[in-house]
């Protein structure tokens, strides 16, 4: 992944750098102006698509942050503080890091809709207040003064592309990062992403703190651009049309973000030239995005998509194991998991009724029972994702009450779901190293040959959904937790691929040293990879024991097949 | 006191128009699954077809019925989107869609209304209607409050009693459960979003003259419509009809603080901060995440 990360760093810097000599070189001074705008936009569009292409919540005030940046930048230039634009410009970005947490914090916790509305808020209230208090030397006219190094037009060009770059470069490595796969996550599915160990609130505010850093930065740059500012720069209007452009070019790219900024800045420019009214850009913007929200396909990626046409088709990799799995992880012996006396109640109805179950370490514990026993609610449960449960649920004898979805999964206890929900815009080695933490090269490539999965630089929109339950389970065992829980690894999957399944999940205790416990309707697969079993009806447990035993148990069968054999017990 | 007093009564009319926005907000909301933040700019679209209308000579009381149906038939626009392309959607793009729409409808309602250029925003219930410790109390602010509650009122026993307020009930649960047993979804849906449409505009009418009459400003009037539909948590019509008049009479009164009468355009983004970490407290984890 380095690898990767490298070559796609290298890659945006490079074709910013061509791109910039020919602009530089070739374009007449004019536009060369213009160009430097589109440049200042591209970077406040790349502020947006972090927050909204890539952690999928919805930022309306993108450029009030830009406004506090230029603010700032501003009053610095007045003040005549030392250091000049670049060092105004970064205490410009880093001012506005505070305000876009003050507002990402109130709509932590609920969906990204609540975030939506309170940027909206603090668009129209930024709005009010730079009216009021203007731009620091707007009324006197001051310019605010660019590096002396980059003073013309044409130099300014250079610094705004340098500055872009730099940008550019470190979004392409936070964004192939275990935290840039964690925004995705979010995105995707947020209870999926606390089950890997993510932290909901870190990632959503580290991204609304470093969108708004960003975002201030291009607010310093236009700064220096136009000399003197107003508050129009900055109106809620302007944040809005940014979240259009944003939508329809699918900012959160590269290619995209330049290609937004260029409609935004270059858009109006033609319609002068072609005597029609300015405003027209921002319909078209409208329609443009509702376009794409209506396909699901941004500009940048309906390109990205054509360009992969045009080159010769990759197969899909097999993983190969490059060297031998690491050691089996050493977990402490006894009971590694056990359930005390759980009840859990949704309004009358009892989905748990005193429920008790051990899972010794090293063991396979199998988990069945009819649809509606109560199984899926015991891994909530167990995994932190019910609001309130009685009873008790204990990791290695340390009770677990209190103790959040997040942390749990940090302390060991990792889940799968039913539907697979790993994010479809993530490479399968991102998945892992998201799910296991830090992992070197040769132990995540060996892990995926052992499982049989595809290679890590598979992307996942392009796995079928039986690989996709592997990698689930793959997730789970990478990260070396003592505690598995398999939510139904086998729905979805062939009979034969359920078959392998079952031989790979009985051999996770001995391989990496965790202990699972298995909840499947498939008995097959139940029979060869269980050491044990426990019966679930109507939330309580009627049967519990030896597979081959239990599962011949009458009760057991009654529950299932809804066989009667009253006239064998009589 | 006093003169702060009087500054929250003339917040009144204000807040009674925001209530009736925030009822609307959670009426589509509710019924139709959608964040519209397109809201005020529908109504603003009729209050600005009255506008045209009187102005061309119509008699007001025809112009304001027309303006209604305008606003209504703006609202049904934005409902074909909806439906035609975003039924199936989850409400954060909706969201995102009717975002993405505002910018549209502004640039396109600013562009026909001449942007900045003033128009005569005729007082559709002018004069005073009677005096509240000293202080007037317009016909306009009675009118909106009485309006704001009756709406309010209206919406909840619509819904709670008759079969198609049942229908709507279930559309709004499970769109596609409620289609397979004959309801006809698309057609209610268009109906809430044309209702919607022709209420707002008739209390976007009756506050213009007290705004900045612009077409930008009112379709911004969204902000307190969503603060006030986040004050009922975006499923009770009275705590929103509550939450709306309070935020207006709130704006009136900083209006009337010296020092900080400049901000009151801040207030509604300060009781939607107050209100998310507040309702943040009970969050837990739900199906959509």
Redesign the interface.
């Known amino acids: 992944m380095k690898h990767a990360s490298f070559r796609a760093a290298a890659t945006t810097a490079l074709s910013l750098a061509v791109l910039g000599a020919l602009i530089f070189f070739l374009l007449p001074k004019y536009w060369v102006f213009l160009i430097t705008a589109v440049f200042i936009v591209g970077i406040a569009l790349q502020s947006l698509g972090l927050v909204t292409g890539r952690t ?1 919540m ?1 930022s ?1 005030c993108q450029m009030s942050f830009a406004g506090v940046g230029a603010w700032v930048t501003g009053y610095l230039n007045l003040i005549g503080a030392p250091g000049g634009l670049a060092v105004w410009m970064l205490i410009g970005g880093l001012a506005a890091v505070p305000v876009g947490i003050a ?1 990402g ?10 975030l ?3 940027t ?3 668009a ?2 930024f ?3 730079l ?2 208090i203007t731009f620091p030397g707007q009324t006197t006219f001051t310019q605010v003064v660019r590096p002396a190094a980059f003073d013309s037009d044409k130099g300014y060009f250079l610094f705004v592309l340098l500055t872009y770059g730099v940008i550019a470069v470190v979004l392409e490595f936070v964004s192939r990062s275990r935290l840039g796969a964690a925004w995705l996550a979010v995105r995707h ?3 999926a992403a ?1 089950a890997n160990g993510i932290s909901i609130p870190r990632a959503k505010l580290s991204a609304f703190a470093i969108s708004a850093f960003i975002s201030g930065i291009s607010g310093g740059l236009l700064a220096g651009y136009l000399g003197t500012l107003v508050s129009e720069n900055f109106s ?2 302007q944040s ?2 940014l ?2 452009v944003a ?1 329809m070019a699918g900012a959160h790219f590269a290619l995209g973000a330049i290609a937004g900024g260029m409609m935004i800045v270059l858009f109006p420019e033609l319609l002068r030239r072609l005597n029609l ?1 300015q ?5 078209l ?3 443009g ?2 376009q794409a ?2 396909t699901g396909e941004t500009i940048a990626e309906t390109w990205m998509r054509l360009a992969r046409k045009l080159r010769p088709k990759r197969v899909v990799e097999a993983a190969t194991a490059a060297g031998s799995l690491p050691e089996k992880t050493s977990h402490p012996a006894g009971i590694a998991l056990e359930v005390r006396d759980l009840t859990v109640r949704y309004g009358t109805v009892t989905a748990l009724d005193k429920v008790n179950l051990k899972v010794p370490a090293g063991t396979v514990v199998g988990l069945v029972g009819p649809n509606g026993a109560g199984k899926s609610t015991l891994v909530d449960a167990i995994a932190g ?3 309130r449960y009685d009873g008790s649920i204990l990791l290695n004898g340390k009770a677990l009450e209190g103790v959040s ?1 997040t942390s749990r999964s940090k302390l060991g206890i990792r889940r799968t779901w039913q539907t697979t929900r790993i994010a479809p815009e993530l490479r399968v080695g991102e998945y892992i190293r998201l799910a296991a933490g830090p992992i070197n090269e040769s132990a995540l490539e060996s892990l995926l040959a052992w499982f049989g999965c595809p290679g890590p630089e598979t992307p996942i929109s392009t796995v079928d959904v039986g690989t996709r339950r592997l990698l689930d389970v793959a997730g789970a065992v990478a990260s070396r937790a003592p505690v598995i829980l398999l939510d139904e690894p086998a729905a979805g999957v062939s009979y034969d691929e359920a078959l392998k399944l079952g031989e790979r999940i009985a051999a996770i205790p001995e391989t990496f040293g965790s202990a699972v416990l298995l909840i499947e309707h498939d008995m097959d697969l139940v029979r060869r990879a269980c050491t044990a079993i426990t019966v679930f009806d109507f939330g309580r447990v009627i049967a519990a024991g030896a597979p081959a035993a239990v599962l011949d148990m009458p009760v057991v069968q009654k529950a299932y097949m809804g066989v009667e054999f009253e006239e064998a017990a009589e | 006191m006093d003169s702060l007093f009087t500054a929250a009564v003339a917040g009144l009319s204000a807040g009674g128009a925001y209530a009736i926005l925030g009822v609307c907000a959670i009426f589509t909301y509710r019924l139709v699954a959608v964040v519209n933040f397109t809201g005020a700019a529908i109504g603003a679209a009729g209050t600005f077809a009255m506008v045209a209308l009187f102005e061309l000579g119509m008699p007001l009381l025809l112009a304001v019925l027309f303006g209604v149906a305008a606003g209504a038939l703006a609202g049904l626009a934005i409902g074909l989107v909806m439906t035609t392309w975003f039924a199936g959607s989850n409400a954060s793009t909706k969201a995102a869609v009717t975002a993405a729409l505002l910018v549209g409808i502004i640039a396109v309602g600013l562009r026909l209304t001449g942007g900045q250029h003033p128009h005569y925003f005729p007082e559709i219930i002018p004069g005073s209607a009677f005096r509240l410790a000293g202080v007037e109390v317009t016909w306009a602010a009675v009118t909106t409050l009485v309006l704001s509650v009756a709406f309010t009122l209206l919406t909840e026993q619509f819904l709670a009693r008759t079969r198609t307020g049942l229908q709507l009930r279930a559309l709004s649960q499970r769109p596609m459960a409620a289609e397979l047993i004959g309801i006809r979804v698309r057609l209610l849906a268009l109906g809430v979003w044309a209702v919607t449409g022709g209420v707002t505009a008739f209390a976007l009418m009756i506050i213009a003259p007290l705004r900045s009459p612009d077409f930008a400003s009112l379709s911004l009037l969204v902000v307190p419509a969503l603060a006030a539909a986040l004050i009922g948590a975006f499923s009770s019509f009275r705590a929103a009809l509550i939450g709306g008049v309070m935020i207006g009479l709130l704006e009136g009164s900083v209006s009337a603080i010296g020092p900080v009468s400049q901000y009151r355009g801040a207030v509604p983004f300060l009781v939607i901060l107050a209100v998310l970490l507040w309702s943040q407290r009970g969050a837990r984890w739900d199906e959509a995440r």
């Open positions: 999928g919805i309306l507002i914090l109130p709509a932590l916790r609920l969906r990204g809709i609540n939506a509305i309170v909206l808020g603090f129209a209230a709005d009010t207040v009216a009021t599915s947020e209870r606390a809620m209007m809005l049309a979240f259009a939508t009214p405003d027209v850009g921002n319909v913007f409208a329609l995005a509702v929200l209506s994702f019910l609001y979805a």
